[in-house]
Structure formats: structure tokens, C-alpha cells
């Protein structure tokens, strides 16, 4: 039988694990991670998965992941398969799998290695992503691709939508490549390193609005941060209004500068390139909400409070 170790989180690692566990492989172990302290977590729980099913977990820290070295050289795993673990496995621990190691990323590699590409995607304004197989090397996804399958960005879609979507995406690659895997018939071809393709971790101070910025900017920015991520925000009358969701509106601005008004009782705020949104769904924090959610004269956008 084909054994594999998983290093799993999210959504993507739900998915992978019940893939090879469907599909015959023996799992005897796979390590995860604890929430983070305040995480507002949409997704599956890789813990509570893999233990109804019988699998032995294990939560190291970062700085431990060396110690499970013993562990992994007892259980002489075939393969080692990470979905979307958020470290990079230390080159010591892929070298233990005898089949080789490798990862679902969230992106069509070689574009958007790294933290976050979900979110970049859609801040970048791009119309497709996807999810893509590969071999885990030193340098984070920079292995050999094995597979990847697109799926659309419609100019709806927030970042939670499209996650689920790419969830979908990373199940299906795995789940058809696997058989050749096992089968030691998989072709992988080599990714070429990118200039300008590897993207950092995002914070929610990274939500903080520009309004210099075109109208589509602002757009994608709500968008690719929207709840259950951090937010789009900005100070605005003595307050801070969160905007969760927002479209692109036909009719140009209607000040020269950034500001949030009413308009045929909707809620508009206009942006840098003489373009304006209309704020779909917002909250304040620090206020009254009913005191200024529907404001009699234009509020300033960018105030700090």
C-alpha cells in the first residue's frame, strides 16, 4: 500500500486529505496547525478531519518542525503532500519521502508563488486563477508542475468565493493526477522563475484604502480582503467605515476630491481617476452607525479619526 504524510490547514488541506484517504493511500500521520488567536475561520478543520478518521495529528511549532524528523524516517512515507500547510517543510523532512514531496498551491504557477494568492489575484485585477501540483524543492514553489487547473474570477467575486473555488480546483488536480503518481507514470515539467511572482504575506493595515487610486483599484482591494478576510477600510467623519462589498458604477465622480455621499438613497464614495463606487455593504466602528450611515453632506474620505 502507498503511504503518504500530510501537512495540512485550510480548506485545500480538508480536501487533499480526503482524496488519498478515498483513494486507498495510508496516511498515518499528518501535522497541522492551531488557529491563530482572533482567526475568523471559514474553513474545514484539518484536526477535527483527520482524526474521525482515525489519523494520528500532530501541531509542532515552526521552530520544532525538525524534531518529527524521527517520526517521519519510522513511517518510510512514499509521499509527502502539503495543502496549503503555511511553512515551508524543511528540506530534511521532503528527502525522508521515498516517491517524492509535493504541494497544492492556490495560483497557475509559475504566477503568484508565495503567501496570500488568492487575495493578490484579486487585487491585480487578474480573471483567472487556479490551483496547481508541483514538487517541493528548498526555494517555495519553484518544483517541478505536475498538474493545474484554471478557474474563472468573475467581476463579482470576493476572496472567500474565490477560494472555494480554487479549493475545488486543487481537489480535482490532485484527485486525477494521483493515480499516475502512485503509478510512477507522472510527467512534471520544470517552472520558470518569474520576476516580480512571489508575494508576501498580507496584514490587515493592508486593507487601509486609497482613494488615489481608479475606481477598479478600490474595487478589487474590498474585494480581495472582504470578511471573513480583515476588511477594506478608511477613516471617514471622525470614524472608520468598513466597506465589505462594492461595485464599479457607470456614472463618473461627482466631487473633485475623495468623498462618501448619498445619492437617490444610495451610498457612493468617488474615487482618484473621476470614476465612483457605490458601497453596497459597509459598517462603521467608533460611531453611531444610525448617525452617519446615510450622511446629509459629503464626508471626507481619508480623515483619520
Known sequence: MTRAVVFAYQEVGV??????LDQGIEVPLVVTHPDLAGENRWFADVSEFAKQAGVRVMT???????????????????FIFSFYYRHLIPVPLLSVARRGALNLHGSLL?????????????LRGERETGASLHYMVERADAGDLVDQMAVPILATDQACEVARKVAW?????????????????????????????????????????DWSRSAWEVHN???AVAPPFPGAFSDCGGARL????????????????????????????DCGDGRRIQVLKYRWSGVDAKAISAPATPLVLGELP
Open 60 to 78: 509542532p511549532e515552526r521552530e520544532d518542525l525538525g524534531a518529527i524528523l524521527p517520526d517521519l524516517v519510522r513511517l518510510e512515507p512514499d
Open 15 to 20: 480536501r487533499g486529505l480526503a482524496v488519498l
Open 242 to 269: 468598513w466597506i465589505d462589498c462594492a461595485r464599479v458604477d457607470p456614472d463618473p465622480a461627482r466631487h473633485p476630491g475623495p468623498v462618501l455621499y448619498t445619492e437617490q438613497d444610495r451610498l457612493f464614495a
Open 110 to 122: 509559475p504566477r503568484y508563488r508565495g503567501r496570500a494568492p488568492v487575495n493578490w489575484a484579486l
Open 169 to 209: 480546483a486543487a481537489e480535482m488536480v490532485l484527485y486525477r493526477s494521483l493515480p499516475a503518481l502512485v503509478a510512477g507514470t507522472a510527467h512534471a515539467r520544470p517552472l520558470p522563475i518569474l520576476p516580480g511572482e512571489y508575494f508576501g504575506r498580507r496584514r490587515p493595515e493592508d486593507g487601509r484604502i
Open 221 to 223: 482591494l474590498i474585494r
